[in-house]
């Protein structure tokens, strides 16, 4: 438990789960929770390149984890 909590610690992962999440469970459809995770995740990973750090495919993937996890949420809870 310890190496996963140092991994989503690492690169703002903890983050983009969240934000995966929020994202998912206020999504009405799967396309659109889809569409908007990759597209947040995509601009993180853009905002954090232009400001010196480097892209990373593992931070999007962490995020559309979340909208994954949070449109599940959404689901089971309507």
């Known amino acids: 438990m310890k190496k996963l909590l ?11 789960l969240i934000g995966g999440i929020v994202i998912g469970t206020g999504a ?7 569409y908007a995770g990759v597209g947040v995740g995509a ?4 905002k954090d ?9 593992v931070d999007i993937a962490v995020t559309m984890i ?3 996890v949070g449109h599940l949420i959404r689901r089971a809870v309507l």
């Open 66 to 68: 979340g909208v994954c």
């Open 28 to 34: 009405n459809d799967v396309y659109c929770a889809a």
């Open 43 to 46: 601009a993180l990973e853009l």
């Open 49 to 57: 390149h232009l400001y010196g750090g480097r892209f990373d495919w």
């Open 6 to 16: 140092s991994w989503l610690k690492k690169s703002n992962r903890l983050k983009h």
